[in-house]
């Protein structure tokens, strides 16, 4: 067996998800607490595109103009994969969060969030399908302000009610 650590390859499983874990080099730091030395890791690699492709999976907006910019609508029927609980039959909100700021940035491409706000007026079940919108409210020279929601089935068939709504600020480049 051997004895190198970065030898080995280790899979690491996060809700679903199989990747290899890494390995990564760390630096001491002292933080001042009776001279303990404390760990701080070098994160040496990127995001995975793969995951992030696999969290983005049904995602096909379709856009409109806007007198502001562009307007976007994507409905999305998660996979199981996809369907990141917190609470049993209760959609996780950072994965929500992603979702949201993913539509903005594509209304107002290029352009980097600033601020994004979320408010959640109720839990989103995993099983249904959801609404994805986004439209500008404002432009102020690079900044772009956006409003989003998450919308899920009501009660009436075809009708889709706020479960997410989001506030953001998107700045874009300089010419």
Not at 67 to 77: H, N, Q, S, Y
Request: aromatic letters at 10%; proline letters at 8%; hydrophobic letters at 40%.
């Amino acid at each position: 067996m051997s004895r190198h650590f970065a030898a080995r390859v280790i899979y690491q499983t996060v809700r679903g998800y199989q990747g290899q874990a890494l390995p990564y080099k760390t630096s001491i730091v002292y933080d001042g607490v009776r001279g303990i030395p404390k760990r701080v890791p070098k994160l040496s690699v990127e995001p995975s595109q793969d995951l992030l492709r696999s969290l983005l999976q049904g995602y096909t907006p379709t856009f409109r103009r806007h007198p502001l910019g562009m307007e976007a609508d994507a409905v999305i029927k998660l996979t199981p994969r996809q369907q990141m609980c917190y609470y049993d039959g209760k959609m996780f909100g950072g994965y929500l969060a992603l979702l949201l700021d993913r539509i903005l940035a594509d209304c107002c491409r290029p352009a980097v969030t600033a601020y994004l706000n979320t408010s959640f007026a109720q839990s989103v079940p995993p099983d249904v399908p959801i609404r994805l919108r986004a439209w500008p409210e404002r432009v102020e020279g690079r900044k772009v302000y956006l409003t989003a929601s998450i919308q899920i089935p009501g009660k009436v068939e075809g009708e889709f009610i706020d479960a997410v709504r989001a506030n953001a600020l998107f700045v874009r480049p300089r010419s």
